[in-house]
């Protein structure tokens, strides 16, 4: 158990819908990190928050929007769902920056 | 940009024997971390084994260690003594520790498969 709380663990909506995951990071980890994981693209790096901030980007969709809240918990929303959109959405966490550990993760099926 | 590369999509080894999984990487920076991940079929990221550039000692966990040549930019995985629990797919990643906008890149994994 790495200490880093996804929910839900699944999650089976429509196209043009919209859901919230949702991450909480191992105790004191200020880094919240998301990922997608879909069949044929591997692990691609969405967004990372430190401390409620921004701090990069990567391909995350303009659909797509996180946040992290006071009390370093942070969401995920993916809006106007399409099918390919299906994937395994991880949230990581860190406290120092150079070791993240992931959760066990969410899958989103769009049908 | 640093790019991580796997170019073993698939490995098969026996149980009891060792194997090991390359990992290449490119990068321009002095200070970086290096780190393998298993990912078995419950599709859980583990963090297997971490590796500081400026270390030149190669990290051991267990059954598991790491041969890292950083001058080739090269980091392979080395697991002892495989066991079916080892049966998982295995990715290479790549830190730049950028104080608190650090982020992994991954390599496209290596799927092993540990057979009796």
């Known amino acids: 158990d790495s200490g880093v709380t996804q929910t839900p663990k699944h999650l089976i909506t429509a196209t043009g819908q919209r859901v919230t995951l949702r991450c909480s990071p191992r105790s004191g980890d200020l880094s919240v990190y998301w990922y997608q994981q879909s069949l044929d693209q591997g692990l691609q790096f969405l967004i990372h928050y430190y401390n409620g901030e921004e701090r990069a980007k990567g391909n995350i969709l303009e659909r797509f929007s996180a946040q992290q809240f006071p009390d370093l918990h942070s969401e995920l929303n993916l809006s106007s769902l399409e099918l390919g959109d299906s994937a395994l959405y991880f949230c ?6 150079n070791t ?3 959760g066990e993760g969410s899958w989103l099926t769009v049908v | 940009a640093q790019t991580v590369t796997q170019s073993q999509p698939e490995m098969s080894v026996q149980e009891a024997e060792t194997v090991t999984l390359s990992c290449t990487y490119d990068t321009s920076e002095s200070n970086y971390y290096l780190f393998w991940y298993k990912q078995p ?3 859980q990221m583990i ?7 400026y270390k030149q000692q190669n990290a051991t966990e267990n059954r598991f260690s790491v041969n890292f040549q950083k001058a080739a930019k090269s980091f392979s995985l080395k697991i002892s003594d495989s066991q079916l629990g080892d049966t998982a797919m295995y990715f ?8 608190t906008a650090s982020k992994l890149t991954f390599g496209t994994g290596t799927r092993l498969q540990v057979t009796l």
């Open chain 1, 92 to 97: 990581a966490s860190s406290v120092n920056g």
């Open chain 1, 100 to 102: 993240i550990y992931f």
């Open chain 2, 41 to 43: 079929p419950s599709r």
């Open chain 2, 47 to 53: 963090l297997v084994i971490r590796q500081e550039a």
């Open chain 2, 92 to 99: 290479c990643a790549f830190m730049n520790p950028d104080g």
